[in-house]
């Protein structure tokens, strides 16, 4: 099975990375860009696993609940 | 008294936090990462550095070093633990200190002298120190933003877990003064049982007058003086 996983900085929290990039666009000649913001996607391959427990990894190690939110897909393997 | 300095695979401060702890006279040893147990210490310092590259997020994977476990134990017994810079990550990322630290809101990497405020001097890392103090003590990081949410820092706040604030030169917690973009100024905090101490300033790299200031002595030997008491009564 595979997991994909994306992890966004909240809503709340700054994310610098994202208004740099923003600026960079709009000095690349797209100046409508309203905002950009940059989270992470992961791909997690495994022979097989639950999906509560991937829940648990996502909130304990894949992302920081204080700071981010993540949204977890579950893909069996095509046969 | 014996200091554990913990070191994970991309520490860079701990022959620094070493050799201050060496020149107060203290019995220092470093406690490799995958150690299970620290319990034999009087005193735990994470230093700073970028363990495991800061993959993921800073501290990240190093709070789930086999070592953690036990640090994470001793402090709930009330054993002092000292995290500077990326050992403050660690803390947050251990849940043994509320919050995060995220990027700097400038994007840079900043490694220079700033001014930090004592806030609270009711705690063992701070007690030879005197309210309103202003000490000049580098920093040197790229994610040291500290946030938390609003309850949050109300709580730390009326629990008078903040223990240093940046400041300009007169002692005022202004936005210019503010290196990083942290909220309220924050530049360190403890735990509610105030014997977790977490700050991104290096206190460690401020010890030696050729280093150009020993500001930072003053929170080691508080320990050291906090820790002598215990023993003595």
Same mark, same amino acid.
């Given at each position: 099975?595979?997991?994909?996983?994306?992890?966004?900085?909240?809503?709340?929290?700054?994310?610098?990375? %994202?208004?740099?990039?923003?600026?960079?666009? #709009?000095?690349?000649?797209?100046?409508?860009?309203?905002?950009? #913001?940059? %989270?992470?996607?992961?791909?997690?391959?495994?022979?097989? %696993?639950?999906?509560?427990?991937?829940?648990?990894?996502? #909130?304990?190690?894949?992302?920081?609940?204080?700071?981010?939110?993540?949204?977890?897909?579950?893909?069996?393997?095509?046969? | 008294?014996? $200091?554990?300095?913990?070191?994970?695979?991309?520490?860079?401060?701990?022959?620094?936090?070493?050799? $201050?702890?060496?020149?107060?006279?203290?019995?220092? =040893?470093?406690?490799? *990462?995958?150690?299970?147990? @620290?319990?034999?210490?009087?005193?735990?310092?994470?230093?700073?550095?970028?363990?495991?590259?800061?993959?993921? !997020?800073?501290?990240?994977?190093?709070?789930?070093?086999?070592?953690?476990?036990?640090?994470?134990?001793? /402090?709930?017994? &009330?054993?002092? +633990?000292?995290?500077?810079?990326?050992?403050?990550?660690?803390?947050?990322?251990?849940?043994?200190?509320?919050?995060?630290? +995220? !990027?700097?809101?400038?994007?840079?990497?900043?490694?220079? *002298?700033?001014? @930090?405020?004592?806030?609270?001097?009711?705690?063992?890392?701070? /007690?030879?120190?005197?309210?309103?103090?202003?000490?000049?003590?580098?920093?040197? *990081?790229? =994610?040291?933003?500290? @946030?938390?949410?609003?309850?949050?820092? !109300?709580?730390? =706040?009326?629990?008078?877990?903040?223990?240093?604030?940046?400041?300009?030169?007169?002692?005022? /917690?202004?936005?210019? $003064?503010?290196?990083?973009?942290?909220?309220?100024?924050?530049? &360190?905090?403890?735990?509610?049982?105030?014997? +977790?101490?977490?700050?991104?300033?290096?206190? =460690?790299?401020?010890?030696?007058?050729?280093?150009?200031?020993?500001?930072? !002595? /003053?929170?080691?030997?508080? +320990?050291?003086?906090?820790?002598?008491?215990?023993?003595?009564?």
């Amino acid at each position: 099975m595979k997991a994909t996983v994306i992890v966004m900085p909240k809503k709340s929290v700054l994310d610098p990375q %994202g208004v740099a990039v923003r600026d960079a666009i #709009r000095h690349h000649g797209i100046p409508s860009v309203k905002a950009v #913001r940059i %989270g992470k996607f992961m791909e997690i391959e495994l022979e097989c %696993g639950d999906e509560a427990q991937l829940h648990e990894l996502c #909130r304990d190690l894949l992302s920081n609940p204080v700071i981010e939110d993540y949204t977890l897909e579950i893909a069996a393997d095509s046969k | 008294m014996k $200091a554990a300095i913990v070191r994970f695979p991309g520490s860079n401060c701990d022959q620094d936090c070493y050799v $201050a702890l060496r020149d107060l006279g203290v019995d220092a =040893e470093y406690v490799w *990462h995958k150690e299970e147990s @620290v319990a034999g210490y009087d005193f735990i310092v994470l230093p700073g550095g970028f363990s495991y590259g800061d993959y993921l !997020r800073c501290g990240a994977i190093a709070r789930f070093s086999p070592v953690m476990k036990s640090v994470i134990a001793e /402090a709930k017994q &009330g054993k002092p +633990v000292l995290g500077i810079c990326n050992g403050f990550q660690i803390l947050c990322e251990a849940h043994l200190l509320p919050g995060a630290l +995220v !990027r700097n809101r400038s994007l840079h990497f900043i490694c220079e *002298h700033v001014r @930090v405020r004592v806030e609270n001097t009711s705690t063992l890392f701070t /007690a030879g120190l005197t309210p309103g103090r202003v000490l000049r003590i580098p920093i040197a *990081h790229g =994610e040291g933003n500290y @946030v938390a949410d609003n309850e949050t820092l !109300r709580g730390l =706040e009326e629990n008078g877990q903040i223990i240093l604030r940046y400041c300009n030169e007169a002692g005022e /917690a202004t936005d210019a $003064a503010n290196p990083n973009g942290a909220s309220d100024n924050i530049a &360190g905090i403890c735990n509610r049982e105030r014997n +977790v101490f977490g700050l991104m300033p290096h206190p =460690e790299r401020a010890c030696d007058e050729r280093l150009g200031s020993i500001d930072g !002595r /003053a929170i080691f030997e508080s +320990v050291l003086a906090s820790l002598g008491a215990k023993a003595a009564a």
